[in-house]
């Protein structure tokens, strides 16, 4: 009887030691992709998406953050974070080294793209960030809240001034 289990078990145990480590190191990416699709980009709730201005990067904004990636490999290269609140918008500066990202209650973060960190933080305005946009000379960033835009040296990180909307 022993022998008969014996005879039975192992070959399905060397069996399932042969396959399991090419089924589990299979990229989540290609997981039952759709028929053309290429790949499945980024973790949690997609919230918005934008190529940098040289097509060298993409970056898709989630519920848990600012995930880069390389556009001739689709791979991930950083996954940019601060908070839990995840990321609602970005947006990047005419040059494509900055990266702006907004975010509900956590203001607005302006990331460095090539050293994939945090550059400065802006924390004027309402909790709900309307659009974000940089001058094309990209000296200059304005963000919109619910009724002012704020506009901002990108050097200095100084407020440069404040439009007022309707007020009624």
């Given at each position: 009887m022993?022998?008969v289990?014996?005879?039975?078990f ?13 089924s589990?190191?299979?990229e ?8 053309d ?5 980024g ?6 998406m934008?190529y940098s ?5 993409f970056?898709?904004a989630?519920?848990i953050g600012i995930w880069?990636?390389?556009t001739q490999?689709?791979?991930?290269m950083a ?10 918008s970005?947006?990047?500066?005419p040059k494509?080294?900055i990266?702006s990202?907004?975010e509900?209650y ?7 793209v090539r050293?994939q960190?945090l550059?400065k ?9 309307r ?11 304005a963000?919109a809240?619910?009724?002012e835009?704020?506009?901002?040296n990108?050097v200095?990180?100084e407020?440069?001034h404040?439009l007022k909307?309707n007020q009624a």
């Amino acid at each position: 009887m022993k022998k008969v289990l014996f005879s039975f078990f192992f070959p399905v145990f060397i069996l399932f030691t042969l396959y399991l480590p090419y089924s589990s190191a299979q990229e989540y990416t290609q997981w039952e992709l759709p028929e053309d699709a290429i790949a499945r980009l980024g973790k949690g709730r997609i919230n918005d998406m934008e190529y940098s201005p040289d097509g060298t990067v993409f970056a898709v904004a989630t519920s848990i953050g600012i995930w880069l990636y390389d556009t001739q490999t689709y791979q991930e290269m950083a996954l940019l974070a601060r908070n839990n609140n995840g990321v609602q918008s970005i947006v990047f500066d005419p040059k494509g080294t900055i990266l702006s990202s907004g975010e509900h209650y956590q203001g607005i973060t302006l990331w460095d793209v090539r050293a994939q960190r945090l550059k400065k933080t802006f924390q004027e305005g309402s909790a709900m960030y309307r659009g974000m946009y940089f001058s094309s000379d990209g000296k200059t960033f304005a963000h919109a809240s619910y009724k002012e835009i704020y506009l901002y040296n990108i050097v200095t990180g100084e407020n440069k001034h404040i439009l007022k909307g309707n007020q009624a």
